[in-house]
């Protein structure tokens, strides 16, 4: 009888294109040449790896929605194959499922515990009023090490976690400085029963800024079916705005007393490309023309579209046409 609970694993192979794709050396290089050793140095300390590599992974891998767009099938697939050969055979990303599915496979392949739990978006991060949360529509990965459990999100831009938060009510950590981020164990407004309690995810901007809800998340393991589901939604639904608004973004790493630290974003949303360093913000440029929005995805995000992809936008409602 199959196992039931089997969830994917890239190969050995595979794990050194990935850890080659996102820079990582100092995991695989001549001091850590094959797959055992690897692990072996995983484990000395699988936390400080654990952040190390989904540092190198958001700086690496763009959280996009661009397939939704630039393609001749506008879909999403998580097939964890098929995320690999886009990943690190082609240098893109993908949105959260994507990301998040794919981050999650690379993890399990280098013995990390990972369990995938639905999440739900706020309202507010989706530009909409009133307060309250979306259906599930979003993925992050928990992992577990030494009895402690860690909220891990490579699959929510700018916003998002840029280390291993521990599900520790309202223990505040610093993101993107001067950005902090929390996790609160709370029941949210729009249940009815207050005694049902999730983790939701929160950030400042700034210590004098109010905190504001990005995400609540479960502590219930989701399954790849559910996924199905939810990216079927997610992908095709008119109500989603990745399916009417382009976003690409990749955060900014760079070493500062002698470690590495996220210090910012650059991203592209709609037809503008900003770059936000330290909270300041700075437009780079403004798109007029499908050329440009590609060459700008070529500069700023090393994404090199096909000839057959540039034309799938034609006739979207996210097409920019010259006036």
């Known amino acids: 009888m199959a196992d039931l609970s089997h969830r994917a694993k890239y190969t050995e192979d595979q794990l050194f294109r990935y850890l080659d794709h996102i820079n990582l050396h100092e995991l695989h290089g001549p001091q850590a040449d094959t797959f055992s050793q690897i692990k072996e140095k995983i484990a000395t300390n699988p936390l400080k790896w654990l952040t190390t590599l989904q540092k190198h992974q958001t700086a690496t891998v763009p959280f996009e929605n661009l397939a939704l767009h630039y393609s001749t099938h506008h879909s999403i697939t998580l097939d964890p194959e098929y995320l690999f050969a886009k990943v690190v055979g082609r240098g893109r990303g993908g949105y959260c499922m ?130 199905e589901v939810m990216n079927f939604k997610t992908s095709h639904s008119r109500t989603s705005w990745f399916t009417y608004m382009i976003v690409c973004v990749k955060l900014i790493l760079e070493v500062i007393d002698e470690d590495q630290e996220v210090v910012g974003t650059v991203m592209l949303v709609g037809n503008e490309v900003k770059r936000r360093i330290q909270g300041k913000t700075e437009l780079l440029i403004t798109c007029k023309t499908e050329e440009e929005r590609v060459q700008a995805l070529e500069k700023w995000f090393d994404i090199h579209l096909t000839d057959k992809e540039k034309t799938g936008i034609m006739g979207m409602v996210t097409q920019l046409t010259a006036t």
């Open 98 to 227: 994507e990301n998040n599915c794919f981050f999650g496979t690379v993890l399990r392949t280098l013995g990390y515990r990972v369990v995938s739990v639905g999440a739900r978006v706020s309202n507010a991060t989706n530009g909409r009023a009133g307060g309250g949360y979306t259906g599930f529509s979003h993925m992050v990965n928990v992992i577990t090490i030494d009895g402690k459990r860690y909220m891990v999100d490579v699959g929510f831009g700018s916003n998002g976690p840029t280390h291993p938060l521990p599900l520790v009510d309202a223990e505040v950590s610093v993101g993107i400085a001067p950005q902090r981020l929390r996790l609160l164990w709370t029941s949210i407004a729009q249940n009815t029963d207050p005694s049902q309690k999730l983790w939701v995810f929160q950030h400042q901007n700034d210590p004098q800024s109010p905190w504001q809800d990005a995400y609540c998340f479960t502590e219930l393991e989701f399954l790849p079916v559910d996924y």
